[in-house]
């Protein structure tokens, strides 16, 4: 595999994705991506239309949050799955629509705490590319056995893009 920082992302178009999870407002300075987890994985099982073993973590940002970037700003952050539809709702826990659109996805090795690849991918794959942030949800995929801390982590990251226009 390259060298994470020479990451060249897939430029996939998907049709939308139900999900059912746990949200949180918080910020970058003040991340509790971790507690999240914590309250959905002893939960995982009362969802019982999963799609996949896979899990979800999906970051909805105010349309303005990258031209206006502040670590303290807050956005929502979700611990989730997907799921064929949303016909049972597990208390406390609530439904998400995804919506259709275009993705850079990029498939990352490394541990999940290394702000790195996310340099990599707003200071130096997005200026060139071609394309813009678009105002959509960004989520990562992770593995079942996923562990953020392990080294050879593998997840997909997706940002949302639209071409840049001339």
Same mark, same amino acid.
């Given at each position: 595999?390259?060298?994470?920082?020479?990451?060249?992302?897939?430029?996939?178009?998907?049709?939308?994705?139900? /999900?059912?999870?746990?949200?949180?407002?918080?910020?970058?300075?003040?991340?509790?991506?971790?507690?999240? $987890?914590?309250?959905?994985?002893?939960?995982?099982?009362? +969802?019982?239309?999963?799609?996949?073993?896979? %899990?979800?973590?999906?970051?909805?940002?105010?349309?303005? %949050?990258?031209?206006?970037?502040?670590?303290?700003?807050?956005? *929502?952050? $979700?611990?989730?799955?997907?799921?064929?539809?949303?016909?049972?709702?597990?208390?406390?826990?609530?439904?998400?629509?995804?919506?259709?659109?275009? %993705?850079?996805?990029?498939?990352?090795?490394?541990?999940?705490?290394?702000?790195? +690849?996310?340099?990599?991918?707003?200071?130096? $794959? /997005?200026?060139?590319?071609?394309?813009?942030?678009?105002?959509?949800?960004?989520?990562?995929?992770?593995?079942?056995?996923?562990?953020?801390?392990?080294?050879?982590?593998?997840? *997909? +990251?997706?940002?949302?893009?639209?071409? /840049?226009?001339?």
């Amino acid at each position: 595999m390259k060298n994470n920082l020479e990451i060249i992302p897939e430029i996939k178009t998907i049709s939308g994705k139900k /999900l059912m999870g746990l949200p949180l407002s918080m910020s970058l300075a003040d991340n509790m991506a971790l507690d999240l $987890w914590r309250k959905l994985m002893p939960r995982r099982n009362e +969802i019982k239309n999963r799609t996949t073993t896979d %899990y979800i973590s999906l970051s909805v940002y105010p349309n303005d %949050y990258f031209t206006q970037f502040d670590l303290a700003r807050t956005f *929502e952050k $979700w611990a989730a799955v997907e799921v064929t539809d949303f016909n049972i709702v597990p208390d406390g826990m609530e439904p998400f629509e995804l919506a259709a659109g275009l %993705y850079a996805v990029f498939h990352y090795k490394g541990p999940g705490n290394d702000p790195a +690849i996310f340099s990599h991918i707003f200071g130096i $794959w /997005l200026p060139d590319s071609g394309y813009v942030i678009d105002d959509r949800p960004h989520f990562e995929i992770l593995g079942e056995n996923y562990n953020a801390a392990d080294p050879n982590a593998e997840e *997909e +990251i997706w940002i949302p893009i639209k071409p /840049l226009l001339m």
